[in-house]
Every structure is written in C-alpha cells, then in structure tokens.
C-alpha cells in the first residue's frame, strides 16, 4: 500500500520522526515539516518505558537508545519531609527496558533514524493552517504560501493547527497546578538511576539522573489559584521554586538551591479529540490526546501511535478505513491513560491526616509483602507491545 506513496508529516518531534521512520521503512515517500530553523537541544528529562521501547526496537533503534540512555533501576516514592521511602517498584527486566533519557537524545536518535529511511526533514516550515480535504489536504504557511499534499499526518503537538481544523471547539480548563522544569549538574556521577517523587501536600517533585549522571531531570508541581501560560517555555525564577518546596528533605532543598534556568507552565486538562482523522488529514500524539505529566506517557503515547497509524496505512488499500482501523485501536487506551495520568497528581499531594497515613502505610506494606501485586498493576501499560498487535 505505502510503495511509492507521498506522506507529509508536520512536526519533527518523537510523533513526527518516528511515523516518518516507520512509513519510510514500509516504502513511503515521507517528507517532514517543521517551524523550528534547526532541531536544537531544547527540552529535558522524560521516560521512554516498555511499551515505548518496543517501538524504539521494531524501528531498529533500541540499541542506539540503550547506548545514550541505560536503563532505569527503579521509581521509587518517598515523603516529602524526611524523604522516606513509602514504595519502590524495581524496573530490572531485562526484557522490559526503561529508560530516563534527555528529550534532545531521543530527539537525535530519531533524526538519525529517519535520515537513514530516507526520509526529508525540510526547518523553517511554519504551518499556520490546515484545511482537510476528500482527494488532499492543503497547507497554508506563514507568509501567505499555499501547498496542497496527498496525505497528511499531523504530530505537531498541543497547539496544533491540524488539531483545530478537526476539532474547532476543544477548549482545555486549567487544572489548579502549576509545573516547574529544570535540568541542574551533578557532581556525582555514580547517582543511581532511579526515578523519584517526593510526595506532598498539594505539591510533588519528581528527579531522575539523565546522560550517567550528568544532569539531574527535575519536574516540580504544586497547586496554585493563580495560572501561568501553558507551554513550558515560559522562565520563571529559581527562588520561587526553592520556596515552594522550602519543607522538603534537605536533598530536593540542597538540589534546589543550585538549580537555574527554571521554567514554569500552567497545567491545564484537554479532551482527547473527538475526531481523529478528516478526509486526508490524521493526528498523532499531544494533536490527538494531549495528557498531563504525571504517569510519564507523553512520549511513549506517541510512540505507539506512530507504529499503529504506520501499520494501519501498510495493512489498509482504503485510506479512511486505515485512518478508522487506527483510531479504533487506540482511542480507548489513551483515555485510559490520560485519566490514569489525572488520578496519579491526587495520590501524590495528600494532605496530612488519617487517609493520607493509611494510604502511604498501604503503599508500604504492599511493596514489602507483594511486590509483584504492585508491578502487575501496571501490566496495562507497560506490557502493552503495539509491534505485536494487528
């Protein structure tokens, strides 16, 4: 079905550049568009768990991904005060890699990867307009220019304009939290490689060492009336944020306190689009199911996405019936995360009190006597492998 077949795909992030390897792979045409003028080394930490790891695998990039970013021993859960531990579920299946790698890493990877497809990767394309069509799709770009593509795939994130023209009355609603990101140098490079979160009231931090140690990943969120911007480019000042966590363990305080270049950005709650495809045009990743922060799926959601719409094309003679076959397969596991990702906020900012006692003492006698009880509760997710499925 692919040989031969002209895809454009707008935005060279994780979405983009994977359905660009994977469609190339299958014989494809695919050119990728974005508006930045070069892919620079912006962002920070995320987590590429299993069931995103298959999909790294099954585009032959595993092992580049296993060389820039080892894999993850454990997350771990720990009170805010004193830094105790309250839970620890261990990721050392050899079999189930996680991996905490810096986006810009990954981002690289999967350039190298699409390059090697033969996929184009054409800067400075700013596309402020998409108008689906039944035989194209047609592009407008910043200046005025027009084009108009056979096939359309947009992974262009949040503030997609492949998104409003397929769903023009979303409106997302601010959550009540706010989200500080920074990456701050370690001097110790032996730093275990573990994701943690100090767990608080109305507040959490999340940290996790990226490049062996290098740099230490920090995502710190608290519930505020007050909103901020959403996007998380927005700079913020470091006292702030040292002030906000000012009654936690004296590791996040001293962590803290050397950390600079802080950005802030308002987390706000999007509907998983109602319409997936129109015409020629299809979403992919934060276009189609933006989720919060908090189970560490972003990436890993549009990883998924990018082998199934792939595959469904290769499988599919009818383009609609692939676009449909695609949606169908996903839209209910995404909304199973993006509601789990909502959940997970609640259950780390428990105020002080019996409930939060009794739900900590939960945590900690079930790490402790059932271990395996706690990993199979995120069978789900992280057993989930898009490669074998059909």
Aim: glycine letters at 10%.
């Amino acid at each position: 079905m692919l040989i031969g077949q002209d895809i454009t795909v707008l935005g060279a992030g994780i979405g983009g550049l994977a359905v660009a390897t994977a469609l190339a792979q299958r014989g494809a045409q695919v050119r990728v568009l974005d508006q930045a003028d070069a892919i620079r080394e912006v962002g920070a930490g995320l987590q590429v768990s299993p069931n995103g790891a298959v999909v790294m695998q099954a585009l032959g990039l595993g092992a580049a991904l296993d060389a820039a970013a080892p894999q993850a021993r454990a997350v771990v859960l720990r009170d805010f005060r004193r830094g105790d531990e309250v839970f620890r579920m261990t990721l050392d299946r050899a079999d189930r890699p996680y991996h905490l790698t810096h986006r810009a890493d990954l981002i690289e990877i999967l350039r190298q990867g699409a390059q090697a497809a033969g996929v184009t990767v054409e800067l400075g394309r700013k596309v402020i307009a998409v108008e689906p069509g039944d035989a194209e799709a047609r592009l407008t770009f910043e200046g005025g220019a027009t084009e108009a593509v056979p096939l359309l795939i947009g992974a262009d994130g949040l503030h997609s304009p492949s998104r409003a023209a397929l769903n023009p009355a979303t409106r997302p609603f601010f959550t009540g939290q706010v989200a500080w990101r920074c990456t701050i140098p370690l001097d110790k490079p032996d730093t275990p490689p573990e994701a943690t979160v100090h767990m608080g009231p109305g507040r959490h931090i999340v940290t996790y060492p990226l490049r062996g140690g290098e740099l230490m990943n920090v995502v710190a969120v608290e519930e505020r009336d007050g909103w901020a911007a959403e996007g998380w480019n927005h700079k913020d000042r470091p006292e702030i944020l040292r002030a906000a966590f000012a009654d936690f363990a004296p590791e996040i305080r001293d962590l803290l306190f050397r950390a600079d270049g802080v950005y802030l950005w308002g987390l706000f709650r999007h509907p998983v689009a109602k319409h997936w495809s129109q015409g020629r045009v299809a979403l992919l990743g934060d276009a189609a199911h933006p989720t919060l922060p908090f189970l560490a799926q972003g990436a890993n959601m549009a990883l998924e996405d990018a082998w199934v719409l792939a595959d469904a094309l290769d499988q599919e003679d009818d383009i609609a019936t692939a676009f449909t076959r695609y949606a169908g397969l996903r839209r209910k596991r995404v909304a199973r995360i993006v509601e789990a990702a909502s959940r997970n906020a609640e259950n780390y900012h428990l105020r002080p009190g019996p409930y939060r006692a009794a739900a900590h003492l939960a945590l900690r006698l079930g790490g402790r006597f059932a271990p395996q009880l706690a990993a199979n509760r995120f069978e789900w997710l992280y057993g989930h492998d898009v490669t074998r499925a059909r």
